[in-house]
């Protein structure tokens, strides 16, 4: 056996048992493929869509993941890819062995060479959002049409569903609690830009797009319109004379909206909980802020 014959026979053997190991299948007996009894078992997932919430105009992909679960080789793969109402094609340059073309308004045909037994591969379909309304979800579908007779067919149609970003107002008030309580009383004063250096949304998932910051108005109000279908956090900047009041306690018009600290110097760094951003929705965080001791 020449050597290269030799490492592609172990490169076969590898990921087989590695995939039937990580179905927890149990791995064939060696006689069922020396007597040439293989088959292949195409699975189709559609892992995410990059970023997570596309907004009207731009152009998005669905990472498509394939994998050969059988122990034969799956020939030819084609591979069928939804677009649906709100979505439209685009140029698809999906690199990776894979060639895409446009089939007609709402699909993709792709095609792969073939993928050996225990074998995976992935594609980036692109898609432009045109005319889904901001705040829906819309699904996407990849359909496997197997070359061979497959060991199962019931893993042949993957979906995953976008979100269409569209914008939201979060807004809220920083106050001085100058009793301590976590409520806003008559008297206690808002904290302008002398006391709060900035207002900002974080966000905790890395593959959306959103964001944004806002100066505080010298009666402590702030407002950020800011682009939706993904979670944020809002953080309060102050200057290390305050800390954070307690926060959601008692009525939460009134409340102070802040519950954790990262820091306290050299600034103070406090931010809410994280909560869902949709479309056409309106937010209110109140950060009360007591003098520190
Ligand atoms: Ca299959
Ligand atoms: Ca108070
Ligand atoms: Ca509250």
Redesign the pocket.
């Known amino acids: 056996m020449r050597p290269h014959s030799l490492s592609r026979s172990l490169r076969r053997l590898v990921p087989t048992t590695l995939a039937a190991l990580a179905l927890g299948a149990a791995v064939l007996p060696a006689d069922a493929v020396a007597a040439g009894k293989t088959q292949p078992d195409l699975l189709v997932d559609l892992v995410m869509t990059e970023p997570l919430n596309p907004a009207e105009g731009e152009t998005f992909y669905a990472r498509i993941d394939l994998r050969n679960y059988g122990n034969g080789d799956s020939g030819p793969v084609k591979l069928t890819v939804s677009v649906p109402a709100g979505l439209r094609t685009t140029t698809a340059d999906t690199g990776t062995g894979w060639t895409c073309t446009v089939a007609s308004t709402t699909s993709y045909s792709c095609a792969y060479p073939a993928l050996l037994a225990g074998q995976r591969s992935q594609l980036s379909v692109p898609f432009e959002v045109a005319g889904a309304t901001p705040g829906t979800s819309v699904p996407i579908t990849a359909t496997i049409a197997p070359d061979k007779r497959e060991s199962n067919t019931g893993n042949n149609t993957g979906s995953v569903t976008v979100a269409i970003a569209g914008t939201c107002v979060i807004r809220g008030v920083v106050w001085h609690d100058l009793d301590g309580d976590g409520q806003r009383e008559e008297g206690e004063p808002g904290i302008g830009p002398d006391g709060v250096l900035e207002v900002s949304l974080w966000r905790p998932q890395g593959e959306t797009i959103g964001g944004g910051s806002a100066t505080v108005n010298p009666d402590g109000t702030w407002s950020i319109t800011a682009r939706t279908e993904l979670l944020y956090q809002v953080r309060v900047e102050a200057i290390n004379q305050y800390d954070r009041t307690a ?2 306690v008692g009525d ?1 018009a009134t ?3 802040l519950v954790t600290a990262y820091q306290h110097d050299p600034t103070l760094l406090a931010a809410s909980d994280e909560f869902e951003a949709h479309a056409g929705g309106e937010y209110v965080v ?1 950060a009360g802020l007591v003098t520190r001791s």
């Open positions: 926060g959601n939460d409340d102070s909206d109140d």
